[in-house]
């Protein structure tokens, strides 16, 4: 159990463009979900905490215009990367809290992450 | 910030021996931790957690050592294998019961088995 989905698992895009990341929790509801990028060699960065229903929470220096949040079901979390640029290139990685019986549980567990490359 | 820390970034162990990641943490009202491997190219995946009335947690071939007092947190992991390899992180929760429960993540520890 506590299988968390990502897709896609890579994506090469044009500067400029817009680029979508699903992040799914499989068998188990998420109310709420953590983006995170990540950079060769580093730790997690935590971007923003995504709560189901309700606007993303974003941690401070990230630009939550350019990074979109939207949490519309329990088991799925979007977020999209408006006009990328190259510095945007990162590995993007969501994750999720637990929730069974009613009980939201503090382990997170994390999706395969996805790779985007911006040219 | 973060507010966890480790004190090694790379470990080498030969294959069988038994491997110490350590980790800091400075936030002394952090009550909760979990230990993530983390391969190349991949998520992050949950290795053990342990939560600050306990001491010691044991998994399968993994330990989880947690000293309150020193705010030092350990994994010990038993006979490595090749397929240990990874970086390995641990993670605080500082807001236990919150309705964010954010992870503090520290740098990350590379351990490579060699045979």
């Known amino acids: 159990g506590a299988v968390v989905s990502q897709h896609p698992s890579w994506v090469i895009c044009k500067s400029g463009t817009s680029v979508k990341i699903e992040c799914r929790s499989l068998?188990?509801?998420?109310?709420?979900m953590f983006w995170y990028r990540q950079f060769p060699k580093q730790s997690l960065m935590l971007m923003a905490t995504?709560?189901?229903?309700?606007?993303?929470?974003?941690e401070q220096g990230v630009e939550k215009d350019k990074f979109l949040i939207n949490h519309a079901s329990l088991t799925l979390s979007t977020l999209t990367v408006t006009s990328a640029h190259p510095e945007d290139s990162s590995f993007y990685i969501c994750?999720?809290?637990?929730?069974?019986?009613?009980?939201?549980?503090?382990?997170?567990?994390f999706g395969p992450g996805t790779r985007l490359t911006v040219l | 910030g973060e507010s966890v820390g480790l004190h090694l970034p790379t470990l080498s162990v030969q294959e069988g021996d038994n491997s110490i990641i350590n980790c800091a943490y400075s936030n002394s009202a952090s009550d909760y931790f979990i230990w993530y491997k983390q391969e190349s190219g991949k998520g992050p995946q949950f290795i053990i957690d342990?939560?600050?009335?306990?001491d010691k947690r044991q998994g399968q071939r993994v330990t989880v050592l947690l000293n309150k007092t020193v705010k030092h947190l350990s994994l010990q992991i038993a006979a490595t294998q090749p397929g240990d390899s990874a970086v390995y992180f641990c993670?605080?929760?500082?807001?236990?019961?919150?309705?964010?429960?954010?992870?503090?993540f520290g740098r990350g520890t590379q351990l490579t088995v060699w045979p």
């Open positions: 342990i939560r600050s009335n306990m």
């Open positions: 994750s999720a809290r637990v929730r069974a019986g009613g009980i939201i549980t503090d382990t997170q567990y």
């Open positions: 993670a605080e929760n500082p807001n236990r019961g919150s309705t964010l429960g954010r992870l503090y």
């Open positions: 995504s709560n189901e229903g309700s606007k993303a929470t974003y």
């Open positions: 068998d188990f509801q998420a109310t709420t």
